[in-house]
């Protein structure tokens, strides 16, 4: 009897566990399907992105670029993407396949939403803005050399000062001298280059000052060596400080960016080395002061001026024999390489400091070139066109030298081709010429678009 009774006890007690089973499986299941308690659960996950490499575009163009061993930590709930903490731990990657298809999805879903189109600044249209020009031609005497200013000429139409540059896939903030300023506090912004980058600078200083008198503005030439020379017609620069921001804005010039080292100090008109391989002494001596470079070079190459100038094109120390490169425009092409490589290589030692390569200005010569009778009379804005829908630069040298490094584009040559009406032309203070500049433009002008977009990208 008592073996029969315990046989039944067993089977009870056997039929209660199945039964129990049974329910738990139940129970598990209802939770599994039922939409809320996803919904509950993947509110408080955290997913791990496997990816090997993430890319998230900032809104000032930089690209963040994380490796694989650095962690991306993605909150699915509401879309926010941050940086790990170097001491949090990642998933092992084999546990990623255990992640539902529904949590993979919708990662990849948000990680593409996430990349948002690098703005094209070059690429976009003209618009008209009764708010232009941004200062008075008339008033920015101090900064602005009389035979750009236009306003002070013989010209009568100044509609060429009514435009602003919209960049089609991005809004380019509006310019304000005193947020321009603040955001340039304890900053030094050089611009080295011809006579087309003197007149980005007086630009910006005209800018900079709402073309104001500002007897604040201090003259530092002589903190950076640019005074004038004895017997000089001007200093080879000019430097000015901002006081209240500590920020100083100066111009250095180096038409063709080579060394130059006369051949002979004590002869006046000695051959000058022109030494393509090497950056000017400025740069190199005061690039660990600068935290904004422009550089830009183009017109002076070609063997007028060359030979009015009395340049050798050096190499290596040495007078150049390669014939292939003793053409000009290889040997354009050389230097620019060669300043891009050496800015790149040395940017490393120089963190905070941001460089930009401007393509070049376009001349606009119409039936001759400057010598020849070539005019530029076009009075009516945007006659050839208001846009530019190409993705490319119209400068390949500079986009080319630049591409892959650390050293930024400024592409304002497509367009200021648009802009023909803008040029100095036949005007100058002392009356009509019968040489006409289509080269350099008008005050306020031209150059003021080229500051607007290099402000926009800094």
């Known amino acids: 009897m008592k073996a029969g009774n315990n046989h039944r006890l067993k089977g ?10 049974v329910i738990t499986t139940i129970a598990l299941w209802a939770w599994e399907k039922n939409p809320f308690a996803n919904t509950l659960l993947l509110a408080q996950e955290w997913y791990i992105a496997p990816s090997s490499e993430f890319h998230v575009d900032a809104r000032n163009d930089s690209v963040v670029s994380m490796k694989p061993k ?25 546990s990623i ?12 879903d948000m990680t593409s939403s996430s990349e948002t189109k690098v703005c094209n600044y070059a690429k976009g249209r003209w618009v008209a803005d009764s708010r232009r020009p941004l200062y008075s031609g008339l008033g920015c005497k101090k900064w602005l050399s009389a035979m750009w200013a236009c306003r002070l000429t013989q010209r009568k139409d100044f509609s ?13 903030p509006e310019f304000e ?18 006579s087309l980058g003197r007149q980005q600078f007086q630009s910006l200083m005209c800018m900079a000052t709402g073309g104001e008198e500002s007897p604040e503005v201090q003259n530092v030439g002589k903190k950076f060596g640019l005074v004038k020379a004895r017997g000089a017609i001007r200093p080879d620069g000019w430097a000015y400080w901002f006081p209240k921001t500590n920020t100083t804005i100066l111009y250095y010039w180096s038409a063709s960016l080579s060394d130059l ?17 090497r950056p000017p002494a400025f740069m190199r001596r005061y690039i660990h002061y600068f935290d904004v470079l422009i550089l830009n070079t183009g017109h002076h190459w070609n063997r007028g001026k060359l030979n009015a100038n009395r340049w050798v094109m050096y190499v290596d120390g040495k007078p150049k024999r390669d014939k292939k490169r003793d053409e000009i425009g290889n040997a354009k092409n ?26 070049i200005s376009p001349r606009h010569f119409f039936n001759g070139d400057w010598n020849t009778g070539g005019t530029c009379d076009n009075t009516t804005p945007l006659s050839g066109g208001s846009e530019v829908m190409q993705d490319g630069s119209s400068d390949p040298v500079i986009e080319g030298a630049v591409k892959g490094t650390k050293v930024k584009i400024l592409d304002i040559t497509s367009i200021s081709k648009l802009r023909d009406e803008g040029h100095i032309s036949r005007y100058s203070i002392r009356g009509t010429t019968d040489v006409n500049d289509c080269l350099h433009w008008c005050l306020p002008g031209i150059p003021d678009t080229w500051n607007e977009l290099l402000v926009a990208q800094i």
């Open 334 to 359: 050389f230097t620019v390489h060669s300043i891009v490589r050496w800015l790149d290589s040395h940017l490393p030692s120089y963190p905070h400091l941001k460089v930009f390569f401007r393509t």
């Open 177 to 194: 001298r005193s947020a321009f300023l603040r955001r340039m506090q304890d900053k030094t912004i050089a611009f080295i280059g011809d």
């Open 70 to 94: 650095e962690k991306i930590v993605v909150n699915i709930s509401d879309s926010i993407i941050t940086k790990a903490e170097e001491n949090f731990r990642t998933a092992p990657v084999d």
């Open 12 to 21: 009870r007690s056997l039929s209660l566990t199945l039964v129990v089973l």
């Open 97 to 108: 396949s255990a992640l539902s298809p529904e949590t993979i999805d919708r990662n990849e």
């Open 160 to 172: 060429y000062e009514g435009y602003r540059w919209q960049p089609e896939s991005c809004e380019m």
């Open 261 to 277: 080292v006369p051949l002979n100090t004590s002869d006046r008109n000695t051959n000058v080395a022109m030494h393509l391989d």
